[in-house]
Structures are given as C-alpha cells and as structure tokens.
C-alpha cells in the first residue's frame, strides 16, 4: 500500500517536473535580453524597427565571456535601455563562423554595435571596464528615441539636439531635413539686429553648417547644400572685411567639400580685417607664391 502510494507521488512530481520543463523551454528567459533569433532575422528586425542591433559574441569556453555577461546585462538601466530599444542577440563564435569573420571578431567576448542601417559602429573587444561598457550602452540606446521625445517644433535648441542624434545614429535623410531647418531658421533669425542677442544660446547657421560637414561623407545632398552656401559667405566677406562669421562659415565650408585651396584665393583678394585674420588661421600647409 505504502509502496504504492509512494509510486503515485512520484510519478505525480515527475508528470509536473516535466510540465515545467516544457513551460521553460518554450518561453524565453524574462532576465536574458538575448532572442532566439539567427543572425540575419535579429537583423532584419532591427531594421524593420528602426532600432540597433547588439552583438554578443560569446564562447562556452570563454571564462573572461562568463564574468563580463552579468557585469553588463544584469544592470537594470541596461536591461531596460536595449529591451526598448534595441535588438540583441547572442552569437557563439565557434558554431557561428561566418558571422564572426563577417564581423571580425578575433576575440571573446566582444561587443558590437550594429546601426538600424547595418552599418557596425562601435566594438568593444573583450568587454574591458564593463562598468563604461553598461553607460556606453544606455546613452547609446536611448539618445535618439530620447532626442525624438524631447524635440518642439518650434524650438531649434531641441531640435539642434536631434538632428546630432539622427547624424550619430546614421538617419541621414531625416538629418538632412532637420538641418536645412536649422540653417534657414538661424539665418532669419541672424538677420534681425534685435533677435541676435536673444538667440545667441540657440544654434547659429554655423552650427547647422557644422552638422553639414558631418553629413557630407555620407549623404551628397549635405555635400551639394554646402556647395551652394560658401558663394554667399565669400560675398559676405568681399563687402565686410570685418565679417567673422562669413569667414567661418567659408573656411568651415571649403574644407567640407575637399577645397582648402579656396580659403589662400580668397586671401590674397580681400583686404586687411577681422574676416582675414580667420582665413589666416585656417590657411593650407602649402601656400603659394605671388600671397601676401
């Protein structure tokens, strides 16, 4: 009777044992931020989603790989910051090998952050300093939609902040668009006397050429909008010899477009002023012969 009872119980413990094993196996792990995706889905999802993809790549071998992994992951702000938004995923170097040359990883662990448009940018190779790893992670994560959030129409200064977050995270059509904003908004608002000290905190039209400089290598609108812009500021500066910010504007514009040359021509034409005095600080190495 006791022998019975006994079996009963057990096989009752291993019925529920089982079931349990089952939930667990087909539930992913609430605590890992990893998904249970192959290399190319997580990818496609996070361009789908506008989103980063995180690339742990890890090896069951890998003693520094089982240390550093709760160091980074286990971090409430981290889980929460690439849960919302990014996508990540856990690679094994020696079962995945044609990702890891993809990558070029020659160690494990090591982390890579792969932009919305594929592009990887940041590596951190053996996950040294975890700590610097996890607030590298949460402002990575969170800097645009962050950005997105805060953004007024209305408001340069916030708007200013997204267009660097959109150039950071390699959104460069939409960069663009928020530039162009940027520009023409600071150059009405420059050429009213009374609004230049009142807006002296808000992003200048130097700034926004500055972002387009930033733009240029990757987006040739950016490369042909400052094409059309250092025109005006040479005009500018042929009428103002003392017109700092036109000469700024020039140099900061030439080099953009590979034409440094253009600031000794320009030199040598205009007269002794404030104007000239930054063209000489931003002149070419190499001058040439006949300058003054």
Same mark, same amino acid.
């Given at each position: 009777?006791?022998?019975?009872?006994f079996?009963?119980?057990a096989?009752?413990?291993?019925?529920?044992?089982?079931?349990? =094993?089952?939930?667990?196996?087909?539930?992913p792990?609430?605590?890992?931020?990893?998904?249970?995706?192959?290399? !190319?889905?997580?990818?496609? %999802?996070?361009?789908?989603?506008?989103?980063?993809?995180?690339?742990?790549?890890? &090896?069951?071998?890998?003693?520094?790989?089982?240390?550093?992994?709760?160091?980074?992951?286990?971090?409430?702000?981290?889980a929460?910051?690439? @849960?919302d938004?990014?996508?990540?995923?856990?690679?094994?170097?020696?079962?995945?090998?044609?990702?890891? /040359?993809? #990558?070029?990883? $020659?160690?494990?662990?090591?982390?890579?952050?792969?932009?919305?448009?594929?592009?990887? &940018?940041?590596?951190?190779?053996?996950?040294? +300093?975890?700590?610097?790893?996890?607030?590298?992670?949460?402002?990575?994560?969170? =800097?645009? *939609?962050?950005?997105? +959030? @805060?953004?007024?129409? !209305?408001? *340069?200064a916030?708007?200013?902040?997204?267009?660097?977050?959109?150039?950071?995270?390699?959104?460069?059509?939409?960069?663009?668009?928020?530039?162009?904003?940027? #520009? !023409?908004?600071?150059?009405?608002?420059? $050429?009213? +006397?009374?609004?230049k000290?009142?807006?002296?905190?808000?992003?200048?039209?130097?700034?926004?050429?500055?972002?387009?400089?930033?733009?240029?290598?990757?987006?040739?609108?950016?490369?042909?909008?400052?094409l059309?812009?250092?025109?005006?500021?040479?005009?500018?500066?042929?009428?103002?010899?003392?017109?700092?910010?036109?000469?700024?504007?020039?140099?900061?514009?030439?080099?953009?477009?590979?034409?440094? /040359?253009?600031?000794?021509?320009l #030199?040598?034409?205009?007269?002794?002023g404030?104007? %000239?005095?930054?063209?000489? +600080?931003?002149?070419?190495?190499?001058?040439? #012969?006949?300058?003054?």
């Open positions: 009777m006791r022998v019975a009872r079996i009963a119980h096989f009752a413990a291993l019925l529920i044992i089982t079931a349990l =094993q089952a939930t667990s196996s087909a539930a792990n609430s605590d890992s931020p990893f998904l249970a995706l192959t290399h !190319d889905e997580a990818l496609a %999802r996070a361009k789908a989603e506008n989103k980063p993809l995180l690339l742990f790549f890890d &090896g069951h071998w890998s003693e520094r790989a089982r240390e550093v992994r709760p160091a980074i992951f286990s971090d409430s702000a981290v929460t910051a690439i @849960n938004h990014a996508v990540t995923l856990r690679i094994d170097v020696l079962t995945s090998p044609e990702i890891t /040359q993809r #990558y070029k990883i $020659s160690h494990a662990p090591t982390l890579v952050w792969v932009h919305a448009d594929g592009t990887p &940018g940041d590596y951190w190779i053996n996950c040294e +300093k975890p700590e610097r790893i996890r607030t590298a992670l949460v402002k990575k994560a969170t =800097q645009l *939609p962050l950005a997105r +959030k @805060n953004a007024r129409p !209305d408001d *340069p916030t708007r200013f902040v997204l267009a660097r977050a959109l150039i950071d995270n390699r959104f460069f059509e939409e960069a663009f668009a928020e530039t162009r904003w940027l #520009y !023409d908004d600071a150059l009405q608002r420059e $050429s009213i +006397k009374s609004a000290r009142k807006s002296a905190r808000l992003p200048s039209s130097l700034d926004a050429l500055k972002l387009l400089v930033d733009l240029s290598p990757n987006y040739p609108p950016a490369t042909n909008a400052l059309a812009s250092f025109e005006p500021e040479k005009e500018k500066i042929r009428a103002n010899k003392d017109d700092v910010v036109a000469a700024e504007k020039f140099c900061a514009t030439v080099k953009a477009i590979g034409e440094p /040359q253009l600031i000794w021509i #030199y040598d034409e205009i007269p002794n404030k104007a %000239r005095a930054v063209l000489r +600080k931003n002149l070419p190495k190499l001058r040439r #012969y006949g300058s003054r």
